[in-house]
């Protein structure tokens, strides 16, 4: 599901993660892990030859370590990953001068989630910290941070009418995105540029404000017709989609621009950056 599949940054390296929400337990993919620790150019085949050069780490990890469904360019992709306790014992095998700060930054992003279900309005300040850090703007943050609670209000009755993979919360959520949008969310992250980065955190304001207003109409219409299972949910979203889409032609009528860009909010890339400096 969306909320527990997210990526999270160890000294500007990515790190895919997973929370099982059942067993409250974090899963790390190995081969971001491999990669924040060594600065590989190739980590997947450093720890193919890891595995190789010690026997031992690499029954370790093939007898403890799962598959795990994470991003992998846009889609959920099985990834060997680990818990906390797996990544302690695969950093004992890897030299690197990072081992210590990591392990510490481990357990601190390893605890986030506990904290957070016991305080749920934890996680949301340590969002809005982390969006005033990226530049963005109080309107802009306040806008995020209402329609995450919207669609945390849908995730919550979709669990409660029997919704449980992840796969279905992604076939769910992609309907309504596309019923509102026009595009499926692959389609309109490929507008925006984007790979494995949050949609969301590159929507304008008025792509925030229908995409939640798509979502709380799914909510209601679901609620109203008690929908139970995938199929009458996705019953529900198309509805729930169309009632946004709606709206969305009207704004769109009446200023004659389009809701949905290609805008975003990544850095300037290297190869830009160069080019407005020989320009200069």
Not at 4 to 27: A, H, P
Not at 42 to 56: H, Q, S
Not at 184 to 193: D, N, Q, R
């Amino acid at each position: 599901m969306e909320e527990s599949i997210s990526l999270t940054e160890f000294e500007n390296k990515q790190v895919r993660r997973y929370y099982d929400e059942e067993n409250s337990i974090w899963y790390f993919s190995i081969v971001d892990i491999v990669a924040a620790l060594t600065e590989s150019a190739n980590p997947t085949d450093y720890l193919k030859k890891l595995r190789k050069r010690d026997a031992e780490i690499g029954i370790y990890l093939g007898t403890n370590c799962p598959q795990v469904n994470m991003l992998t360019n846009g889609k959920l992709r099985k990834t060997l990953a680990g818990t906390i306790q797996d990544i302690f014992r695969l950093v004992q095998s890897i030299p690197s001068r990072k081992a210590e700060p990591f392990k510490i930054w481990l357990a601190k992003v390893g605890n986030e989630r506990i904290q957070e279900i016991a305080d749920p309005a934890q996680g949301l300040e340590r969002a809005r910290d982390n969006w005033k850090k990226l530049g963005r703007s109080e309107k802009w943050i306040q806008q995020r941070m209402t329609g995450q609670e919207t669609r945390n209000k849908l995730t919550d009755y979709w669990k409660e009418a029997g919704i449980k993979e992840q796969g279905e919360f992604a076939f769910l959520t992609n309907i309504i995105h596309q019923e509102w949008a026009g595009l499926t969310v692959k389609e309109h992250k490929e507008l925006k540029s984007l790979k494995s980065q949050n949609l969301r955190d590159h929507m304008n304001e008025a792509e925030l404000i229908f995409t939640a207003l798509a979502e709380l109409s799914t909510r209601q219409i679901a609620e109203t017709e008690e929908a139970r299972g995938l199929g009458a949910n996705a019953k529900a979203g198309k509805k729930g989609g169309a009632v946004a889409k709606n709206a969305r032609k009207e704004l769109e009528e009446q200023t004659g621009k389009s809701v949905i860009t290609g805008e975003n909010f990544l850095p300037p890339s290297k190869e830009k950056k160069q080019i407005a400096t020989k320009a200069k």
